[in-house]
């Protein structure tokens, strides 16, 4: 098993930055794809993006190419989201997860989930 924390959260004005980190815990955290959720008000969760376990392959939303970067570091057991240019539309609860199938964008196919950061745009 793993256990997820998301950090870095918070209030930003539309144009503005954030990253969002997410710390993992338990097994080897290089064993498992990840990937980054997040659910509006009223929405289904989305997926945002996918990263492989090495880190060298990574699938993004529509919604967020161009703007938004996953990474990881796995001697540090973290996988970060750095978005930019933040709309008010980009304002969801914030979710990390983790798979060890690989890096897709189903929700259903990720096992291990953390609590959330919320992530508030403003316009």
């Known amino acids: 098993q793993v256990q997820l924390v998301e950090s870095g959260g918070g209030l930003v004005q539309a144009g503005g930055s954030l990253r969002l980190s997410c710390a993992a815990s338990g097994r080897t955290f290089s064993s498992y794809a990840m990937g980054w959720f997040r659910q509006a008000p009223g929405k289904e969760r989305e997926c945002v993006v996918a990263?492989?376990?090495?880190?060298?392959?990574?699938s993004y939303a529509d919604s967020v190419k161009g703007r938004f970067t996953c990474s990881r570091d796995n001697a540090k057991n973290t996988v970060y989201l750095k978005m930019n240019s933040l709309d008010p539309e980009d304002t969801a609860v914030y979710y990390c997860?983790?798979?060890?199938?690989?890096?897709?964008?189903?929700?259903?196919?990720?096992?291990?989930w953390g609590q959330g950061t919320q992530v508030t745009v403003s316009s």
């Open positions: 990263i492989s376990r090495s880190g060298g392959s990574t």
């Open positions: 997860a983790a798979n060890d199938r690989g890096p897709f964008l189903a929700r259903k196919l990720y096992d291990y």
